[in-house]
């Protein structure tokens, strides 16, 4: 069955500094998306990337980057030099063909603080 | 809007009572789904709609909870007979298409507190 594991519950850091919310994941399928969504204190789930399975190459968006690793069944995302604005939760997510029609199964989120 | 529109915002009702949940998914988006989340976790997917027609309602807890996409745009979540158990966070999103691995965008959500 699909899983997602997302071990890290609260996080807690200070303005400018890097931080890695860590995604692992659990699929008997060969082709699967993953996801990361951000859900900031109004409530809506703002999506934040899309990888396909067949893609490992990291990913970087402004001071987003993404490392996706199939060995370790692993998505990690890296916010570089962190702002106020980065503080919400922070979703990972599954798309696989057991899960079919694009549902997706979610991990528990990340609480992530950014103090001034 | 540009966005998945949800209404209400927030609602609260007394146990036992019938509840309305109205989703506006983005202009063009084929695909809707529902989920809803609890305090401190992800959102659990409840129903799919390809068009008008219910393609997957797995999630879907119990016959009390029941979904409708009548002219395959706006969709309506009802539950009938609420608990205290229903209080979540209901979440809509649609995609474009509703395709394995498809981006799916969310509303902001309707936070149903039953007392």
């Known amino acids: 069955a699909q899983k997602v594991t997302q071990a890290q519950t609260e996080i807690s850091v200070v303005e400018k500094e890097d931080v890695t919310l860590d995604c692992v994941y659990e699929t008997r399928d060969t082709t699967y998306y993953l996801f990361w969504y951000k859900q900031p204190p109004s409530g809506e789930l703002v999506f934040l990337i899309r990888?396909?399975?067949?893609?490992?190459q990291n990913e970087i968006s402004g001071r987003y980057s993404w490392n996706f690793q199939k060995s370790t069944s692993s998505f990690n995302f890296t916010i570089t030099a962190s702002q106020v604005v980065d503080s919400a939760v922070y979703f990972c997510?599954?798309?696989?063909?057991?899960?079919?029609?694009?549902?997706?199964?979610f991990g528990k989120g990340i609480t992530l603080s950014v103090r001034p | 809007g540009a966005g998945v529109s949800q209404t209400p915002s927030n609602k609260v009702t007394e146990k036992g009572k019938y509840v309305e949940l109205r989703c506006d998914p983005i202009?063009?988006?084929?695909?809707l789904y529902w989920y809803r989340q609890s305090l401190g976790q992800g959102p659990e997917f409840l129903i799919y709609f390809q068009g008008t027609g219910a393609a997957d309602d797995s999630g879907l807890p119990n016959d009390r909870f029941f979904a409708v996409r009548p002219e395959g745009s706006v969709s309506t979540l009802k539950i009938q007979r609420t608990e205290r158990g229903d209080s979540a966070v209901y979440l809509c999103?649609?995609?474009?298409?509703?395709?394995?691995?498809?981006?799916?965008?969310f509303g902001e959500g309707s936070w149903l507190t039953v007392v």
């Open positions: 997510a599954l798309s696989d063909l057991t899960g079919a029609n694009s549902k997706l199964t």
């Open positions: 990888r396909n399975s067949f893609d490992e």
């Open positions: 202009s063009g988006h084929t695909a």
């Open positions: 999103a649609s995609s474009l298409s509703g395709g394995y691995g498809n981006t799916i965008y």
